[in-house]
């Protein structure tokens, strides 16, 4: 993950939602593996140079689910903050309030689906608060949506 502006998912507190491997490490992201809030994984680039090609590609052509699943045994990784015993889930916001920003996870989710092999998972911590609320609920509400 590149790591740009504030790095809102590095602050105090958040390591309980959101554990941040960096590559490379900058100011903001820097402080947070020095403080034990994230990790680091070296990255020797001198002895892996061809494979780390790298092209810019807009996001209507990286999130497309045709090309994501040209990816074989693809498997997409996401999370959300809420599931239902229906399996839906709430990826990006808590009630009405916008907890995220919107991203690429339903394309990433159908891409890695159709892959030949392939798997998507979605991850969540089965509480939040620590402990007193329930991640996992029997339905929405009329307050949780």
């Known amino acids: 993950m590149v790591a740009m502006g504030k790095g809102a998912y590095v602050q105090p507190g958040m390591e309980k939602h959101f554990r941040h491997n960096a590559i490379f490490v900058g100011g903001v992201t820097g402080k947070a593996v020095n403080e034990g809030r994230a990790d680091y994984t070296p990255c020797f ?54 907890f995220s920003g919107v991203g690429g996870q339903v394309n990433f989710v159908r891409g890695a689906s159709m892959s030949a092999g392939g798997k998507s998972i979605i991850a969540t911590l089965s509480t939040a608060a620590e402990g007193k609320i329930s991640r996992i609920v029997q339905s929405w509400t009329r307050e949780q949506r």
């Open 45 to 98: 680039f001198l002895r892996y140079q061809d494979c780390l090609r790298m092209d810019i590609c807009p996001v209507d052509y990286v999130n497309d689910p045709a090309v994501i699943m040209k990816n074989y045994r693809m498997v997409s990784i996401n999370s959300c903050v809420q599931v239902d015993l229906m399996g839906q889930i709430a990826s990006e916001t808590i009630g009405y309030k916008q």
